[in-house]
C-alpha cells in the first residue's frame, strides 16, 4: 500500500494543559471520572493538579454546536464541502458545525511546510487556542482532492474535534506492534524522528481514562492503517476509511439525539437544561409573556433538536433554533379557544407538525406550513377524552390515541378510525397518562 498522509493529535503546551482540564471538567462531568475515582482512592493524598490534567477527558456536554471559520478564506464551494463532511457525524450523534463570519471556535487552515500536515487539537482543548491560530489542518485541500480524501480526513479531524482520539492507540493494538520495526518503518515511510512514532503510535492509551468500546476496532475511522509488516502477528490494521458502524454507535452514546431535557416557562423566558444534571439552565427569550399563550413544543426542522412555539389564536410561531427569540408564523387552526392542538411526526420524515383537535375530527399538517390539513376521524369527541400522541408501531411516524377511563384506544395508522384497546392504569380522573419510549 502506498504511503497515505496520517493525522496527529496537536497537544497543548503545558502551561495550558491544566486550564484546559478545567474547562472540560466545567463542560461534561463525565470528563473527570477518572479523578473523582483518584480522589476517592487517595482522600488522603493530594495528586498536582499537573497531572490530573493528562486524566481529564475533552468531551462536550449536551448538544454540539460549534461555531466554524476558514483561515483562508477558501471559495465557498470548498467551505461548504469542507462543512458538509464534518456535519457527517450528525448520522449518528447530537453535533451540528455552523459556520460563522466572527470568531469561531473551529478554526480551519489548509497551511503546509513546519506546521503542515493532517491535524486538530482534542475535543475542548481547542478553547485554549488564540482565535487567530488554527485548531483544525486539512494541508493543501482543494475542490479537486478526492472525494475519498475528504471521507477519511475530514470526518477523522473531526472526530477529534469532538474529543475522539486515536483508536489505534488502544492497548490491544499497541500489544501487537514490534518497536523496532514501528520506528523504522516510519522514519523511512514518513521521515519521522523515533520519538514522534513512539508518540503517535507505540504509546497507549490509559484505558481507565477512556470512555470507549469494550473492544478497539480496527476499522474505525479514527483508526491508522498499520502494515502487516510491523505487526507481531504479521495481520495488518486496516484502519478505517469512513465512519463505521462501531464508531456510530460510540458517537451516539456519547452525544445521544433525542435526550430530553426539562425547561421552565416564566412569562416570556424559557430556561432550559443542556444536560439532565443541570440545576440552572440557559436562557431564551421568546413569545410575549401573556398568560393566554400557549406554548409546544417539537422538532420543526428535522435536526434532531427540539424548539418552541408559541400559539397566538390560529397563528404558531415556531423557532428554527432554540435561541431564535423571534419565530417564522403559520396560520393553522381557526383560533378557537376550544381547539386542542397536538404536535407530532405524523409522515415519518423527521420532523413534527401540527394536528387540531375539534371534536373527534384530527386535522393534521403534512408540512409545517401547511395552512389547511388532512382530518381524519378518531375518538368519540368527548371533551372527556384525552388524546395522546406517540409511534406505538415503531415506524418512524406517530398516531393517536384515546384515553377513556383506564382504556386507551390506540392506532396503527394515523388513517384509522378505530383503533385497539388496551387496559391500562385505574380510570381515576386524577390519573394523567404519558407518552414515551421507556426501556428498562
Not at 493525522?7 to 471538567?25: F, G
Not at 495528586?47 to 478564506?73: C, M
Not at 427540539?306 to 396560520?331: C, E, M, P, S
Not at 409545517?368 to 411516524?397: C, R
Request: glycine residues 10%; charged residues 25%; negative net charge.
Amino acid at each position: 500500500m502506498s504511503a497515505v498522509t496520517v493525522c496527529t493529535v496537536k497537544q497543548l503546551p503545558l502551561e495550558l494543559q491544566v486550564p484546559a482540564s478545567e474547562r472540560a471538567l466545567q463542560l461534561d462531568e463525565r470528563n473527570g471520572r477518572v479523578i473523582r475515582a483518584l480522589q476517592r482512592m487517595s482522600a488522603e493524598a493530594e495528586i498536582p493538579k499537573e497531572q490530573l490534567a493528562i486524566l481529564v477527558g475533552k468531551f462536550w456536554g449536551g448538544s454540539v454546536r460549534l461555531t466554524v471559520t476558514f483561515l483562508d478564506n477558501p471559495p465557498q464551494d470548498l467551505r461548504s464541502r469542507i462543512l458538509a463532511h464534518m456535519n457527517a457525524w450528525q448520522v449518528c450523534a447530537d453535533v451540528t458545525f455552523v459556520e460563522t463570519a466572527g470568531t469561531a471556535q473551529v478554526r480551519v487552515a489548509r497551511q503546509g511546510g513546519q506546521d503542515g500536515g493532517y491535524w486538530s487539537y482534542l475535543g475542548t482543548d481547542i478553547l485554549q487556542i488564540a482565535a487567530d491560530r488554527p485548531t483544525l489542518n486539512l494541508d493543501g485541500f482543494t475542490m479537486n482532492t478526492a472525494e475519498s480524501e475528504y471521507i477519511r480526513v475530514v470526518r477523522h479531524e473531526t472526530g477529534h474535534t469532538l474529543g475522539f482520539p486515536h483508536e489505534h492507540l488502544r492497548q490491544e493494538i499497541v500489544d501487537r506492534i514490534d518497536r523496532d520495526k514501528a520506528i523504522d518503518f516510519y522514519r523511512q515511510m514518513y521521515g519521522w524522528p523515533a520519538d514522534k512514532t513512539i508518540r503517535n503510535v507505540l504509546t497507549a492509551l490509559d484505558e481507565s481514562a477512556l470512555i470507549s468500546t469494550a473492544h478497539a476496532d480496527p476499522t474505525s475511522i479514527m483508526c491508522y492503517w498499520l502494515p502487516a509488516e510491523i505487526m507481531r502477528d504479521g495481520i495488518a490494521v486496516p484502519g478505517g476509511s469512513d465512519i463505521d458502524t462501531a464508531d456510530m454507535e460510540f458517537a451516539r452514546s456519547v452525544y445521544p439525539v433525542g435526550h430530553d431535557r426539562f425547561a421552565v416557562r416564566r412569562g416570556n423566558q424559557i430556561i432550559f437544561q443542556q444536560r439532565m444534571s443541570d440545576f440552572a439552565g440557559q436562557v431564551v427569550g421568546y413569545g410575549n409573556g401573556s398568560s393566554e399563550d400557549q406554548y409546544l413544543v417539537g422538532d420543526w426542522t428535522g435536526d434532531g433538536k427540539d424548539k418552541l412555539a408559541v400559539r397566538r389564536g390560529n397563528q404558531i410561531i415556531y423557532q428554527r433554533n432554540i435561541t431564535d427569540a423571534a419565530g417564522t408564523a403559520v396560520g393553522y387552526g381557526n383560533g378557537n379557544s376550544e381547539d386542542q392542538y397536538l404536535v407530532g411526526d405524523w409522515t415519518g420524515d423527521g420532523k413534527d407538525k401540527l394536528a387540531v383537535r375539534r371534536d373527534n375530527q384530527i386535522i393534521y399538517q403534512r408540512n409545517i406550513t401547511d395552512a389547511a390539513g388532512t382530518a381524519v376521524g378518531y375518538g368519540n369527541g368527548n371533551s372527556e377524552d384525552q388524546y395522546l400522541v406517540g409511534d406505538w408501531t415503531g415506524d418512524g411516524k406517530d398516531k393517536l390515541a384515546v384515553r377513556r377511563g383506564s382504556v386507551l384506544i390506540f392506532q396503527r395508522r394515523l388513517s384509522d378510525s378505530k383503533g385497539i384497546e388496551h387496559g391500562f392504569g385505574n380510570g381515576n380522573s386524577e390519573d394523567q397518562y404519558l407518552a414515551g419510549a421507556f426501556h428498562m
